[in-house]
């Protein structure tokens, strides 16, 4: 069973810094690439970040290259966002997930940790 759970979410100012983390089971995180992806009402589903299992290589979104970095400690079974000079527009409920495809198919995903940016 995938267990996966988000949190760091919050309510910042544009401008400021969120950082996201994801505990996941051993048995979900072990040689997966994870990754983030975040919804928003009204919108599609939008990829973030993903992150490779052994070489931790990482591809982003146009959307949030140079401002969020992705990164994950395999001996915590943990995956993090770091989200610096957030906008408005990255307000969204954020969630972390096993990647099956590279880099923007998941397989499986948490609850969802919501970001709300106020301008």
């Known amino acids: 069973q995938v267990q996966l759970v988000e949190s760091g979410g919050g309510l910042v100012h544009a401008g400021g810094s969120l950082r996201l983390s994801c505990a996941a089971s051993?048995?979900?995180?072990?040689?997966?690439?994870m990754g983030w992806f975040r919804r928003t009402p009204g919108k599609e589903r939008e990829f973030v970040a993903a992150?490779?299992?052994?070489?931790?290589?990482?591809y982003y979104a146009d959307s949030v290259k140079d401002r969020f970095t992705i990164s994950r400690d395999n001996a915590k079974n943990t995956v993090y966002l770091q989200m610096n000079s957030l906008k408005p527009e990255d307000t969204a409920v954020y969630y972390c997930?096993?990647?099956?495809?590279?880099?923007?198919?998941?397989?499986?995903w948490g609850q969802g940790t919501q970001v709300t940016v106020s301008s």
């Open positions: 997930g096993v990647v099956t495809e590279w880099p923007n198919k998941f397989g499986s």
């Open positions: 051993a048995r979900t995180f072990s040689s997966n690439t």
């Open positions: 992150i490779t299992w052994r070489t931790k290589y990482t």
